[in-house]
T-cell receptor, first 116, second 112 residues
């Protein structure tokens, strides 16, 4: 595809349920980022991959959050035992270079997670 | 503490006027600053990037300034159109790391 694709677009989970969010970055993009965006706020960094290596996971809110990118392309963000405070839009972004500050980042449309 | 501040109140302007949005930051020393547009239900879309050694950058009707002494960036849209209505986010690189830190965004409403 031409852009970053995320699925599902919407997810409703019961509290305590596990969820998996998928991101298909632009082909050939080395860097992949996950962000969490609460309503009315800017995106907040969760984690960063360079190819298959997870170089920064400092933004993951708790050990219930886990991300992987095993073959350096598709990435999955998993949230275990979801809580209501996990309700947010989860955005994936990819970029061609090895950083994000100096290159354009391409964002997907996001997955809106609602925990009930 | 580190902060990136954008005006949280919506900016309402008349079509044809110039919109000016402000981004102020504290306790960061970014080498780059970026501006994104975000429409409801969509991901952010990149608009412009400006480096710390650049004072100004232009792209069509858009202009960005970057003052590292004032720790401020201004984003201008000239000859604004209703289609420019969106939320505009500024973001800077967290020095030494490879991630962007975003402001909360400013909503722009351009009336016909």
């Amino acid at each position: 595809g031409a852009g970053v694709s995320q699925s599902p677009r919407y997810k409703v989970a019961k509290r305590g349920q596990d969820v998996a969010l998928r991101c298909d970055p632009i082909s050939g993009h080395v860097s992949l980022f996950w962000y969490q965006q609460a309503l009315g706020q800017g995106p907040e960094f969760l984690t960063y991959f360079q190819n298959e290596a997870q170089l920064d996971k400092s933004g993951l809110p708790s050990d219930r959050f886990f991300a992987e990118r095993p073959e350096g392309s598709v990435s999955t963000l998993k949230i275990q035992r979801t809580q209501q405070e996990d309700s947010a839009v989860y955005l994936c972004a990819s970029s061609l270079g090895t950083g994000q500050g100096n290159t354009e980042a391409f964002f997907g449309q996001g997955t809106r997670l609602t925990v009930v | 503490s580190q902060k990136i501040e954008q005006n949280s109140e919506a900016l309402n302007i008349q079509e044809g006027k110039t919109a000016t949005l402000t981004c102020n930051y504290t306790n960061y020393s970014p080498a780059y600053l970026q501006w994104y547009r975000q429409d409801p239900g969509r991901g952010p879309v990149f608009l412009l990037l400006i480096r710390e050694n650049e004072k100004e950058k232009r792209k069509e009707r858009l202009k960005v300034t970057f003052d590292t002494t004032l720790k401020q960036s201004l984003f201008h849209i000239t000859a604004s159109q209703p289609a420019d209505s969106a939320t505009y986010l500024c973001a800077l690189d967290d020095t030494g790391f490879q991630k962007l830190v975003f402001g909360t965004g400013t909503r722009l409403l351009v009336s016909p």
